[in-house]
């Protein structure tokens, strides 16, 4: 049996605890804040998007940064099985539209619940309030079998550091492994604050460029402000970086107070948020389902039941009303112009800005609003089968410190409880 101390109560600290204590181990959970799951109380806007059902190949199809490093862990440990764990603890779930799973309550609070649950009945001992320092080592000769070694010549001998306790603010913790599963800087008053990089620098390892992902997209310009809380359904984004197209997408999109948010923008930012955001070229199709000649005559035909009208009103039966004045401004025709002096020019430059709205990016939103951090702890440094540290034996890490991150729908989440089953259920 094996003594384990688990830093941080989210959601892949609690898989770990439960799954290192289910082995007979023995489990102090550690977390800073006065309850557990701090974070997963405002997941998916306090409903908690907590999987994603598809088989682990389509599901690796949607991670953004780590797929190769998660392909074990995933597998291991994948959608079904974290269904099957809740719904075996008394948690009814229910899968919803792009296959995201929830709980039938929409209460985020239950998904905490049930972990706690799992990790009370296998004996978890939990402590609220307390803050962890420092993980302590200790370094030992480790000596292989390599000739001319004796007792005054060294060469042959590495000097592996190992995990021995955990120093917190109110006490010291003996243990054999030390699991970190504090999460990112996304969300900070949740508790994320970036513990855990200092616990992993302090061990040696490289902690690769953080950044903000899954976060709206601050614009140019104010002419946002205007269109502050319009939602846009079936529309697609694109963006080109120089000649190469770098995003693709089809679906929801939303108008802020500081530019655009929204599902497909979410999963833009996670795309783009190490390029040089300045350059990209953002293209807004507000009617993807129609080519040019479709759309075309569709304006024709509009236009046609509204000839003795003023452009901006044979436009409403086309485009949200909020949205045809920014239209025409792009597409350089006065809003109050006759459509019967509408020109074949101006036409063509109108169906150009529905099929191609510019967007100018200024930035991404930080980490306050981020669902998550992309970045972390380097992957070629941490063994994916075990989650342990490859510089100091006994240290693992599992969640968002690591450098993994996917797309929004429950994968994330998913990423927390596969990486954080893998670290404590390896510790037999």
Known sequence: MAKVCIIGGGAAGLMAAYAAAKNGNEVVLIEKNGKLG???YITGKGRCNFTNDVPADEFLRNVVRGEKFLRGPIYA????????????????????????VFPVSDHASDITKTLEKACKNSGVDVRLREKVLEIAFDSTPDIGITSGVDN???????????????KTDLAYYPCDYAIVATGGLSYPTTGSTGDGYTFAKNAGHTIYDLKAALCGVNLHGDFFKELQGLALKNVALSVKNGNKVVYNAFGEMLFTHFGISGPI???L?????????????ISLDLKPALDVETLN??????????KNKQIKGALVQLLPTKLI??????????ETKPVNAITKEERGTLLRAIKGLPLK??????????????????????SPKTMESKRVRGLKFCGEVLDVDAFTGGFNMQIAFSTGFAAGDTIR
């Open 265 to 267: 923008v979410l999963s």
């Open 325 to 334: 004045s920014y239209v025409l401004k792009v597409a350089n025709i006065a």
């Open 152 to 166: 005054c010549n060294m060469s042959g001998i590495s000097i592996t550091p190992r995990v021995v306790g955990v």
């Open 38 to 40: 701090k974070k997963i």
């Open 361 to 382: 990016a200024r930035s991404l939103r930080g980490y306050e609003e981020a669902i998550i951090t992309s970045g972390g702890v380097c992957l070629t440094e941490i």
């Open 269 to 281: 930012s996670s795309l783009i948020n190490r390029l040089p955001i300045a350059s990209l070229e």
């Open 297 to 306: 005559r569709r304006i024709l035909r509009d236009f046609d039941e509204c």
């Open 77 to 100: 440990f994948p959608p079904q099985k974290v269904i099957n764990f809740f719904e075996e603890y008394g948690l009814s779930v229910k899968t919803e539209r792009g296959n995201r």
